[in-house]
């Protein structure tokens, strides 16, 4: 889930596949939120505090579960068909799922540069001993390893970079833990 959650919002434009600054990225989420308010605003009058708040406190999903946990279910499905989150008709969402949706769809996503930057340079010491991330057995090349892999197709140069990046990071975990 988690290696989905990273592409879903990775930084590039859905449409012509290229890459999004960070600036352009902040535009497009802030564009998301002011939908969202626009929406409430005009279409549920007593989500008058959604609508009138700041975006920085909408981007914190337990504030935007409490503005939209006033809501009944037929207007969460209502909202979500103007946002284009639910297809016309669908009835048979739960209330939990169609909160998830509302919410990971406009919290605010860490940009994968911070997100690296942030990392450590060497191994921590739950990285160099956790067996589901850098197995110690010696691998006989019959099954297959959970490594990101390399081949002809990135989505962007920087797609390219943290996925070298990441296989220099485990590949280094791995040695020093058998020096160890």
């Known amino acids: 889930i988690g290696m989905l959650k990273f592409y879903q919002g990775f930084e590039i434009n859905d449409q012509t596949g290229a890459f999004l600054s960070m600036d352009e990225m902040t535009a497009l989420h802030m564009n998301k939120l002011a939908t969202l308010q626009r929406v409430a605003f ?44 639910l297809a016309t008709g669908q009835s048979h969402e ?39 991330i850098v197995p110690t057995d010696y691998h006989s090349g019959q099954g297959s390893l959970a490594l990101p892999k390399l081949n002809l197709q990135f989505l962007t140069v920087h797609d390219y970079l943290l996925r070298n990046w990441t296989l220099f990071r485990l590949e280094s975990t791995y040695e020093i833990r058998n020096d160890i």
Do not use: C, N
């Open 94 to 132: 739960s209330r939990e799922l169609m909160l998830e949706i509302l919410v990971s769809h406009h919290e605010k996503r860490v940009s994968q540069f911070e997100a690296v930057t942030d990392l450590p340079l060497y191994p921590t010491e739950e990285i160099l001993w956790d067996e589901a």
């Open 42 to 85: 005009k279409g549920f009058p007593h989500l008058k505090s959604l609508s009138l708040a700041s975006i920085g406190s909408l981007e914190k999903p337990d504030r935007l579960v409490e503005h939209l946990s006033k809501m009944t279910d037929e207007e969460l499905r209502s909202l979500m068909e103007q946002l284009a989150l």
